[in-house]
């Protein structure tokens, strides 16, 4: 399956701890959008898409949260807890996120600019699209 986790070198003392992104070293792509996600009901589950070309990485900042992925022939299940990994997640993978703390919350970091075009709401179709 196409996902990997990054792991972040951390930097700090007794005055607390630092994570830091660099463009062309830390991630395999350029990033071109970031968002965040927090304030969601623990059971609720988002996602529920593929990305035809977009990659993402996922660095859960606090709380925790789990990811289903799914590239049409095995399934995998991601526990997210620490803001010193990311979850690298390539295109054609279909996601769910689900199982989230109280406090978390979820950074994006996107290889590409918001597309509707770019997304597979349809697993069905979704299916279709991986097995041609």
Not at 42 to 49: E, L, Y
Not at 55 to 71: A, K, N, T
Not at 95 to 109: A, I
Not at 115 to 131: R, V
Request: overall charge negative; glycine content about 4%; aromatic content about 12%.
């Amino acid at each position: 399956m196409k996902y990997s986790i990054l792991n972040f070198s951390v930097h700090g003392d007794h005055n607390g701890k630092l994570v830091a992104l660099e463009k062309n070293e830390d991630f395999p792509f350029e990033i071109k959008r970031v968002y965040y996600i927090w304030d969601t009901a623990h059971d609720a589950v988002r996602g529920k898409h593929a990305h035809k070309h977009l990659e993402q990485v996922i660095v859960c900042m606090r709380g925790s949260c789990d990811f289903i992925l799914d590239d049409g022939h095995d399934k995998a299940t991601v526990h997210l807890d620490s803001p010193t990994y990311g979850l690298y997640i390539k295109n054609n993978i279909w996601r769910e996120f689900t199982n989230f703390s109280d406090d978390c919350v979820v950074m994006v970091l996107a290889s590409e600019h918001y597309n509707p075009a770019d997304y597979i709401h349809d697993y069905d179709e979704f299916l279709k699209s991986i097995n041609k």
